[in-house]
């Protein structure tokens, strides 16, 4: 009876392990509970880190860490997981995230902080690379669009649930409990990951020279990297100054703003899938790319001429939508251009960097241009620029023939 039932086991985790369904599922909960980890600080910070002698410079370098720990590693660990397979590097990745969620709740310095939020970033470069880079190696390339979208939209749902579910827990079980009730969520989705034996994907013999800039697609990484930058310097913007710009101009409150934000997250969330099947079955890369970047300045200006907060919340909602128009298609063609070498650690590593450069560009770009301008100016000059990249985008992705 014990060998049956050991049998009809195996056989299941067999099954799981060849269902590419199985595979974006838990894709889907990695980068989730990633997400959703991040989230939990925004409600519970500004209230216990004055208890600490954190003051509110120090909160945003505290918070900026995570960036560039994704900036610095994301590479590195793209490249180990081509080397060691991605199940390992998730699984670290995941007890890594749970040991930096856990010195959260413990910390009683601001040493403890700074030392979980790195160990947070280190975690993230690790399990977005190898997690998207699994998605990439198990999906048909026909349908891979569609399902980065789905595993992106994780991201979005991530963001709005997170600051929930903190600001619950922190309310009705204290400040500790915050952050170790979901530490061991995530070591219980590490524990998932380690039991399920999802292909290795190693690199073997010549693929192991394989560049991290292939010479002949040069051209088309660079508008990989121009369309991720400038989607995420958007968000960089957007996250610390769209509050503030709120709340002078329409004294819109805390609950306010998060109901904007969350309308930018379900845009974001719903339009993602949807972006991705739309380049699955017709291409349009450069409508979507280049005409999503373009319009999103639209939204941008349009959301700084509305009279009404219901106008800009109808303006961001659009945002939501043009931004993730132009970000999703990135996915495949980031795995085309690496596919041919096997390397789609890397492809991953490489876009989470870009990534993690406009997001860190844009917050210091944003408080650099404040000491000059008011609010409403630099966004105005956010929409130029992007509606300037749009129109390059357009013509580029034309000259390279993209579908």
């Known amino acids: 009876m014990d060998s049956r039932n050991a049998g009809r086991s195996l056989v299941l985790r067999e099954r799981i392990a060849a269902s590419p369904d199985a595979i974006l599922v838990l894709v889907v909960l990695v980068i989730f509970m990633d997400m959703m980890i991040y989230g939990l600080l925004i409600p519970v910070f500004p209230e216990y880190a004055p208890r600490l002698g954190v003051d509110e410079s120090i909160?945003?370098?505290?918070?900026?860490?995570?960036?560039?720990?994704?900036?610095?590693?994301?590479?590195?660990?793209?490249?180990?997981?081509?080397?060691?397979?991605?199940?390992?590097?998730?699984?670290i990745g995941m007890f890594l995230l749970a040991g930096a969620t856990?010195?959260?709740?413990?910390?009683?310095?601001?040493?403890?902080?700074?030392?979980?939020?790195?160990?947070?970033?280190?975690?993230?470069?690790?399990?977005?690379?190898?997690?998207?880079?699994?998605?990439?190696?198990?999906?048909?390339?026909?349908?891979?669009?569609?399902?980065?979208?789905?595993?992106?939209?994780?991201?979005?749902?991530?963001?709005?649930?997170?600051?929930?579910?903190?600001?619950?827990?922190?309310?009705?079980?204290?400040?500790?409990?915050?952050?170790?009730?979901?530490?061991?969520?995530?070591?219980?989705?590490?524990?998932?990951?380690?039991?399920?034996?999802?292909?290795?994907?190693?690199?073997?013999?010549?693929?192991?020279?394989?560049?991290?800039?292939?010479?002949?697609?040069?051209?088309?990484?660079?508008?990989?990297?121009?369309?991720?930058?400038?989607?995420s310097g958007t968000y960089g913007v957007l996250d610390p100054y769209l509050p503030v710009y709120l709340h002078i101009v329409f004294s819109a409150s805390p609950a306010t703003i998060g109901l904007v934000f969350a309308v930018l997250a379900i845009a974001a969330a719903v339009a993602q899938p949807a972006a991705g099947r739309i380049y699955d079955r017709y291409g349009?890369?450069?409508?979507?790319?280049?005409?999503?970047?373009?319009?999103?300045?639209?939204?941008?200006?349009?959301?700084m001429q509305a009279p009404t907060l219901p106008l800009v919340a109808a303006a961001i909602l659009t945002l939501g939508i043009t931004l993730s128009s132009a970000l999703v298609p990135v996915m495949p063609i980031m795995a085309s251009i690496y596919r041919d070498q096997g390397s789609q650690g890397v492809a991953y590593g490489m876009y989470n960097t870009f990534y993690s450069i406009g997001l860190t560009a844009g917050p210091f770009a944003g408080a650099a241009l404040l000491g000059h301008h008011p609010l409403t100016v630099i966004f105005l000059l956010q929409a130029g620029v992007l509606g300037v990249i749009g129109v390059f985008e357009y013509l580029l992705i034309g000259r390279l023939g993209w579908r």
């Open 284 to 303: 349009g890369s450069r409508y979507l790319i280049g005409g999503g970047i373009l319009f999103s300045g639209v939204a941008i200006f349009a959301a």
């Open 59 to 91: 909160l945003g370098i505290i918070f900026g860490v995570y960036a560039a720990m994704l900036l610095l590693f994301s590479i590195p660990m793209g490249l180990f997981s081509d080397r060691a397979g991605r199940r390992p590097l998730i699984v």
């Open 102 to 231: 856990a010195l959260f709740g413990f910390s009683t310095t601001i040493t403890h902080l700074f030392a979980a939020r790195l160990v947070q970033g280190v975690s993230a470069a690790a399990t977005w690379s190898a997690g998207l880079a699994l998605l990439a190696d198990t999906t048909d390339p026909s349908r891979l669009g569609e399902r980065m979208g789905i595993a992106l939209s994780a991201v979005a749902l991530g963001t709005v649930l997170g600051p929930v579910v903190g600001g619950l827990l922190f309310e009705y079980l204290g400040y500790v409990a915050t952050f170790l009730v979901p530490a061991v969520v995530v070591a219980t989705v590490g524990l998932l990951v380690l039991a399920i034996p999802v292909p290795s994907c190693r690199r073997e013999g010549e693929r192991e020279r394989a560049g991290m800039f292939p010479r002949r697609h040069l051209l088309p990484l660079a508008a990989c990297a121009v369309t991720a930058i400038a989607v």
